[in-house]
């Protein structure tokens, strides 16, 4: 059942009033704050400020502020009233639950996918109970605040440290601190990746393939062993051994007749025997001298 905060009056009397005859004076003796939620219950001392928040937003609210009261309690502040009633609302485990005399009631249990690593493992091994403790709910007061030196004696931050607690959700490290980081971090992992490659690895590019037999040219080599990639670019690739262009022109000598014939049928022009001077002086006497 949903309960707007209101002002409580205590009725005031004075000696002498009959029972019929009473001088009623509004004086309050306790203020709710309309926007505001207080958790209590040992679960609440398991999570740190950023799980908290991940409790309300995982049933649909959505606080502007968390105030911490102790160990166990602390406070839930909304942007308005109609969104802390909203809360109270989606937060209130059944809603046939009445308020006790103090105004509590129970609130829904921590999802597992909140609790810390080691409560999750504690229950799984059935060491314990992880966070299955009840929360109590309850409007907050204007009286509810944080002891002094709470600090001191808080468990949380005996446990786990002054900076407990100051994380984003789901446990990493803020936004600034990571960005803080990331200079030392890359210089770290680069040099740990060049450690690991070494200085003169080859490269998988096939652009990089520059000759017949598929040797990988060295990215990573020196400028005086090897060239630019301008040069590389334009460089043509060698072609298959085939020799010489006068090697692949000519042909090879044909002693006999027959070769002759038999280079013709296969369509190969072979060039004729070369005769000297003297061979076709000889040549031209000798018809001259059957033509007389």
């Not at 929360?135 to 204007?142: F, L, P, Q, T, Y």
């Not at 446990?171 to 070494?198: N, Y």
């Not at 060295?218 to 630019?228: G, I, L, Q, V």
């Amino acid at each position: 059942m949903e309960v707007c905060p209101r002002l409580t009056l205590k009725r005031k009397r004075t000696e002498g009033d009959e029972d019929d005859d009473v001088d009623m004076e509004e004086e309050p003796t306790l203020t709710l704050r309309a926007n505001a939620l207080l958790l209590t219950g040992t679960p609440i001392s398991h999570l740190p400020t950023a799980r908290i928040f991940a409790y309300a937003t995982h049933f649909d609210t959505h606080p502007m502020g968390l105030e911490w009261l102790d160990d166990n309690s602390c406070i839930l502040v909304y942007e308005s009233s109609a969104s802390a009633r909203t809360a109270h609302r989606y937060l209130q485990k059944s809603a046939a639950e009445d308020m006790d005399a103090d105004g509590y009631i129970t609130a829904k249990p921590i999802p597992i996918t909140l609790w810390p690593p080691e409560e999750r493992i504690s229950k799984s091994l059935g060491k314990g109970q992880g966070l299955k403790g009840v929360i109590r709910m309850r409007w907050a007061k204007d009286d509810d605040v944080k002891k002094k030196g709470a600090k001191k004696e808080s468990k949380f931050y005996k446990k786990y440290g002054e900076t407990a607690g100051k994380e984003d959700e789901g446990g990493e490290t803020s936004q600034k601190r990571r960005r803080g980081d990331d200079p030392i971090i890359r210089s770290r992992l680069d040099d740990e990746l060049d450690a690991f490659l070494g200085a003169n690895r080859p490269s998988k590019m096939r652009s990089d393939y520059v000759d017949g037999s598929q040797k990988t040219a060295e990215r990573t080599s020196s400028a005086s062993d090897s060239s630019d990639l301008k040069n590389r670019i334009s460089a043509r690739l060698p072609r298959r051994a085939r020799g010489q262009l006068a090697d692949r022109l000519a042909d090879p000598p044909i002693d006999a007749e027959e070769d002759w014939h038999r280079a013709r049928g296969r369509g190969r022009r072979i060039p004729r025997p070369q005769k000297t001077q003297q061979d076709l002086d000889d040549e031209l006497d000798a018809f001259l001298n059957e033509k007389e």
